[in-house]
């Protein structure tokens, strides 16, 4: 509790690491305090996560979040398990690299999956080939990448330091890059090659060459150029959380299906289809199509999903509403 000797201070900081109730925060000086969350949030989406810019008031020993600045991005997934809820994973990233492992030969359909939800946060998108030491075929990979999936490809080697400059040039100008990939990809051997020094502990690979998931909290670093860094946890199944992430990564096929003859179609029957017209010329591969189908589907299923949520929660709403209604009438005897 605060006295009235106490001075009450205000100031705007970042979230540099997020737990339940409370999170650290960076000010301007560059140093960190724990506060507690004092923002009511009706969605989980809206509690203030790493990258996020917010107002602290402090008083006394009290330090308290009050308010989360609006958000320019924000990088979010499905929760694991085929829940429709959505979870924050950073705000306000300006660029997301799609960090990939050249120690197995990529799957296409994998990091076209990595683009939809990278693409989908509003920030500018690199998929960041690494491991290339252990590679020989690395430039064909990014060829190959390029090509198919249209995506700016950086080829590097935590090991060997090769593109390590590339990829910082990333974090230039203040700008804050955040990494994801799934478990294992070198995310945080990457990060720990950009920063300098050990900021994150990798976790070995298993002998079956999946990798083991690690459980080292992700904290937003804060580069000596001004630019900002972090380390997204592994995903393994990641959902696809959003059309407008998949309208951005299949550019290519969503043009073409703009020009179909009908304005509904569905790109398997129709006349003056225009997919179906790439797909037979072969400017479009079936691989792509069928991926593009794929995650069509899935989000679809989870749009379908969240409005079945809200309009529970709305039918619970108006139950509780009825019973207070009746409760009252009854209180004064009607
Ligand atoms: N040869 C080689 N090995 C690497 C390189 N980068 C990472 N590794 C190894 O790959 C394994 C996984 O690397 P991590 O950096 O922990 O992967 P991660 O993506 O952070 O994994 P999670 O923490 O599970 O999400 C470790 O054994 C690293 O030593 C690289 O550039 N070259
Ligand atoms: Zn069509």
């Given at each position: 509790?605060?006295?009235?000797?106490?001075?009450?201070?205000?100031?705007?900081?970042?979230?540099?690491?997020?737990?339940?109730?409370?999170?650290?925060?960076?000010?301007?000086?560059?140093?960190?305090?724990?506060?507690?969350?004092?923002?009511?949030?009706?969605?989980?989406?809206?509690?203030?996560?790493?990258?996020?810019?917010?107002?602290?008031?402090?008083?006394?020993?009290?330090?308290?979040?009050?308010?989360?600045?609006?958000?320019?991005?924000?990088?979010?997934?499905?929760?694991?398990?085929?829940?429709?809820?959505?979870?924050?994973?950073?705000?306000?990233?300006?660029?997301?690299?799609?960090?990939?492992?050249?120690?197995?030969?990529?799957?296409?359909?994998?990091?076209?999956?990595?683009?939809?939800?990278?693409?989908?946060?509003?920030?500018?998108?690199?998929?960041?080939?690494?491991?290339?030491?252990?590679?020989?075929?690395?430039?064909?990979?990014?060829?190959?990448?390029?090509?198919?999936?249209?995506?700016?490809?950086?080829?590097?080697?935590?090991?060997?330091?090769?593109?390590?400059?590339?990829?910082?040039?990333?974090?230039?100008?203040?700008?804050?890059?955040?990494?994801?990939g799934s478990s294992g990809a070198?995310k945080?051997?990457?990060?720990?090659?950009?920063?300098?020094?050990?900021?994150?502990?990798?976790s070995?690979?298993?002998?079956?060459?999946r990798g083991r998931h690690t459980?080292?909290?992700?904290?937003?670093?804060?580069?000596?150029?001004?630019?900002?860094?972090?380390?997204?946890p592994g995903l393994r199944?990641?959902?696809?959380?959003?059309?407008?992430?998949?309208?951005?990564?299949?550019?290519?096929?969503?043009?073409?299906?703009?020009?179909?003859?009908?304005?509904?179609?569905?790109?398997?029957?129709?006349?003056?289809?225009?997919?179906?017209?790439?797909?037979?010329?072969?400017?479009?591969?079936?691989?792509?199509?069928?991926?593009?189908?794929?995650?069509?589907?899935?989000?679809?299923?989870?749009?379908?999903?969240?409005?079945?949520?809200?309009?529970?929660?709305?039918?619970?709403?108006?139950?509780?509403?009825?019973?207070?209604?009746?409760?009252?009438?009854?209180?004064?005897?009607?």
């Amino acid at each position: 509790m605060s006295t009235s000797s106490e001075t009450t201070t205000a100031w705007t900081g970042r979230v540099v690491r997020g737990d339940r109730g409370s999170v650290r925060v960076v000010d301007g000086d560059g140093g960190v305090t724990t506060a507690r969350v004092a923002v009511a949030v009706s969605d989980p989406l809206d509690a203030p996560c790493v990258g996020d810019w917010v107002s602290v008031v402090q008083t006394g020993d009290d330090v308290a979040v009050v308010a989360v600045l609006p958000r320019r991005t924000l990088l979010e997934r499905a929760e694991p398990g085929g829940s429709s809820r959505h979870q924050p994973l950073a705000a306000n990233v300006d660029v997301v690299a799609v960090v990939v492992g050249l120690d197995q030969m990529p799957s296409l359909e994998k990091v076209e999956r990595l683009l939809v939800v990278a693409w989908s946060s509003g920030a500018a998108v690199h998929v960041v080939l690494t491991k290339a030491d252990l590679a020989s075929d690395a430039a064909d990979v990014a060829d190959d990448i390029t090509g198919q999936l249209g995506a700016a490809v950086i080829v590097c080697s935590a090991t060997t330091g090769e593109g390590i400059p590339e990829v910082a040039a990333l974090a230039a100008d203040g700008a804050t890059l955040a990494l994801v990939g799934s478990s294992g990809a070198g995310k945080s051997s990457l990060m720990n090659a950009i920063v300098g020094d050990e900021v994150v502990a990798t976790s070995a690979i298993r002998s079956d060459g999946r990798g083991r998931h690690t459980t080292v909290r992700r904290e937003l670093v804060a580069l000596p150029g001004g630019g900002w860094i972090i380390d997204t946890p592994g995903l393994r199944g990641v959902g696809v959380t959003a059309s407008d992430g998949l309208a951005s990564a299949f550019a290519d096929v969503e043009s073409l299906a703009r020009s179909c003859r009908f304005a509904d179609c569905t790109h398997e029957v129709e006349p003056g289809c225009a997919v179906r017209a790439a797909l037979d010329s072969g400017s479009l591969t079936l691989r792509r199509y069928e991926s593009w189908r794929t995650l069509q589907r899935e989000a679809l299923w989870l749009e379908r999903r969240t409005d079945s949520r809200l309009a529970a929660e709305q039918n619970r709403q108006v139950r509780r509403t009825t019973r207070e209604q009746r409760r009252f009438r009854r209180a004064r005897g009607h």
